[in-house]
Every structure is written in structure tokens, then in C-alpha cells.
């Protein structure tokens, strides 16, 4: 169980809220609180990221340990649970909620739980309607659990419907005033003066927290310090390459640059030829797709000789999405979206976004008509 527990945002595939899953009834043997439920979140996981080695960051109440510990029906959880603590594989807090939307906001990780968050949405307007950030852990056959997308739904429409929906730059203070990001600041490292703070770890790469601007000037979230320049952040894009579902392997590729990708695209591509068998590669150009990252963005051209690549969006409230084929002009290549080169051959980027992409995704959500629905859920 240890090895998918990280305090690592960069591994991480999924946020947890560790107390809503433990004390979900509905999942595994019966009980008020069982940690069994988490070993059963974990396979649910690996199946939905295809991932075997699969990363969780857990948050929990500090009332799931010293709240209830009658409730545990295995006393060696609650022994479990402390040892996590101690080591730093799950983050307690007096209330985990607020904790867990923050990171969700901040980082683009989504969100593990059956809390809809209904007295956060005046604080936090990208909860409503949000069918992208939340997963719901529920029954599945022969004692599993499956993990589904949430549509969030809209609570209070008359009360926010003025204004627009804030993203994690806007919270930030990152945003200028015509409502682009402040390059200056989300392109730098920072480090905090107090040695003891990791929240800008620049050893994290991409998914050291972005500071608080504060009086003109990035603070550290945490101390409240002015942050140190730590030198340029050099953004990173996971990918993944399946085969039938199956992960054969993972890259990383990094902001500014452009990679090919195919059979045998040459210095500085990704060659497919090796990592997967030879009869599979029937169809896959040399260079099949070029890849270029520019400001956060991904983008993907189709170079393959009879144009077979296909996209679709793999994250949403439906599940992955219908494919369709890529045009021949240059497209974009979000978090969650996966492109199939040849039949079975998939590559899959990974569902955070970076900070460009949030903010984007914001300025192009208008304000919620007058008249929306109250919260809804999908099945």
C-alpha cells in the first residue's frame, strides 16, 4: 500500500479525501471506518489511470483518527493511519476540505471523494458546474470499486451568477488586468527563506505551488515571507503510451520544445520501435505525430502518412469520448486528452493541466445563466 502513497504533487495522479473514502459504508465490508476501503480505492485507481505503480496524495480530517476510534473495526488501522501521519503520506488537518480544493485548484489533480462541497461554492464558483476535477468512488461487481466522473452540478445560481468563476491564477493574484496570466511570475521558480517550507520545492518541477502575490510582490502561502527568484520553471508534460490499455511506457517532455513521435522519428523523438511489438507497428509513420509545448500548451500536428491519427478527450463527466480523426492543421493536446496513432496504440497525457491551460479554460467560461439548476449528480 505504501509505495502509492506520495507527498509528491509531481507523482501524483489523484488527490484523496482519505476521511469521505474510510468512512463510506457503501464500500467494501461493513463498518463505520475501515482503511480496506482505501486498498480497494487503490485498484479502482490503478485501473482508471492504467497504471500499475499509480501515486495518491491522501488529506484527511483529524477526527478520522481521534474522533472515532471506536468506529475502526481493525484496531491496526488506526495504528496505520498514525504512521502515515508521521511519515507525511497523508496530510492531516483540522478540516481537509478546504485543503483538498485548494490543491485541486492549484495543481489541476483531480479529486477522489463523494463530498459535492456545497458551502464552498460562494468561496470557490469553479466548483459549479465543474464535470472535469471530481471522482466518486462507488460499488463495483464482486466487492470492487469503480471510480466515475462527478458533474458537480450548480448550487445557489442567484448568488454568483454576477460574477466569474475565480481559477487558481486569479486566487493567486496572477492574473493582469486584461486577464492573462502573469507570465513574469508563473514562468520563475520561487523558494521560500524559511528553510523548513517545501511549498515551492524547486526539485518538484511543475507542481511546486505558485505563489500568493500580495502587495505586488509573491509570498509564500505558508509563512507569508516574500518568495526568493529560484530561477527560470521549466514546465514538463507527461505522456504515457498504451497498448491495448497496457502501459509501456512513460516520457516527459519539456516547455519550448517540439518532439516527433513514430516508428523511427530520429534524434530527440520518441521512437515507438521496440516498445511494442514489430507486428503492431503495421501503419505507424516514421514520424507519426510532432509534439510542441509552448507557454503550457500542448499542441499536436498529424504527420502520419495517411493521416490515422485520432483524438478524444479522456476525462468529463461521460467517460472518454468518441474518436475522431486530427485535421491537418495544428491542435491542441489537454490534460486527460489521448491520441490513438494506430489501432491499440495509445498515447495518453496525463490529467493535470498547467497553470496556462486554467487560466484559459477560465477566460473562456462565461457567467452562469440566472436560471441553473441546483446541485445535480451523475450516474
Known amino acids: 500500500m505504501d509505495n502509492h502513497l506520495t507527498t509528491d504533487f509531481d507523482e501524483a495522479c489523484f488527490l484523496v479525501d482519505l476521511s469521505n473514502v474510510v468512512r463510506n459504508r457503501r464500500l467494501g465490508e461493513p463498518g463505520a471506518r475501515s482503511l480496506k476501503r482505501l486498498r480497494l480505492l487503490v485498484e479502482a485507481a490503478k485501473s482508471l489511470a492504467r497504471d ?3 501515486k495518491l496524495y491522501l488529506v484527511a480530517d483529524r477526527s ?3 474522533g472515532g476510534r471506536r468506529e475502526f473495526g481493525d484496531l491496526g488501522d488506526i495504528r496505520q493511519l498514525g504512521s502515515w501521519v508521521r511519515r507525511g503520506l497523508v496530510e492531516e488537518l483540522a478540516d481537509a476540505d478546504d485543503r483538498l480544493l485548494e490543491l485541486c485548484e492549484l495543481t489541476g489533480i483531480p ?8 458551502g464552498a461554492r460562494g468561496e470557490r464558483p469553479w466548483l459549479q458546474g465543474n464535470t472535469d476535477d471530481f471522482l466518486e468512488p462507488v460499488p463495483g461487481p464482486a466487492g470492487t470499486v469503480r471510480l466515475i466522473p462527478v458533474d458537480m452540478g450548480v448550487a445557489h445560481a442567484s448568488a454568483i451568477s454576477m460574477k466569474l468563476e475565480e481559477d487558481a491564477l486569479k486566487k493567486q493574484g496572477l492574473l493582469d488586468a ?8 508563473v514562468s520563475r521558480n520561487w523558494r521560500c527563506e524559511d528553510r523548513r517550507c517545501t511549498l515551492y520545492d524547486t526539485t518538484k518541477g511543475s507542481a511546486a505551488l505558485l505563489p500568493r ?5 509573491p509570498t509564500c502561502e505558508m509563512h507569508g515571507g516574500v518568495l526568493v527568484d529560484d530561477g527560470p520553471r ?8 498504451l497498448l491495448d490499455g497496457e502501459l509501456k511506457g512513460r516520457f516527459t517532455l519539456e516547455n519550448g520544445t517540439k518532439v516527433p513521435v513514430g516508428r523511427a522519428p530520429g534524434p530527440g523523438g520518441i521512437a515507438l520501435h521496440g516498445l511494442i511489438p514489430a507486428d503492431r507497428t503495421n501503419g505507424l509513420s516514421r514520424v507519426h ?17 495517411y493521416g490515422t491519427t485520432r483524438w478524444r478527450s ?9 474518436w475522431r480523426r486530427l485535421g491537418t492543421a495544428e491542435e491542441r493536446f489537454g490534460g486527460g486528452d489521448e491520441l490513438q496513432l494506430v489501432d491499440g496504440v495509445v498515447l495518453a497525457r496525463s490529467g493535470r493541466r498547467f497553470p496556462t491551460e486554467l487560466a484559459q479554460e477560465w477566460q473562456r467560461r462565461g457567467p452562469l445563466p440566472p436560471d441553473a439548476a441546483d446541485v445535480t449528480r451523475m450516474h
Request: hydrophobic residues 35%; without cysteine; positive net charge.
Open 111 to 118: 479529486v477522489i471523494t463523494g463530498d459535492r462541497f456545497r
Open 314 to 322: 479522456a476525462a468529463g463527466r461521460g467517460g472518454p469520448g468518441r
Open 178 to 185: 486584461r486577464r492573462r496570466p502573469r507570465f513574469d511570475l
Open 64 to 66: 478520522l483518527r481521534h
Open 234 to 241: 521549466t514546465a514538463t508534460v507527461q505522456l504515457k503510451l
Open 289 to 305: 505525430v510532432d509534439l510542441r509545448i509552448s507557454d503550457g500548451v500542448v499542441h499536436v500536428l498529424d504527420r502520419s502518412r
Open 52 to 54: 500499475p505503480d499509480v
Open 213 to 217: 502575490v500580495r502587495r505586488s510582490s
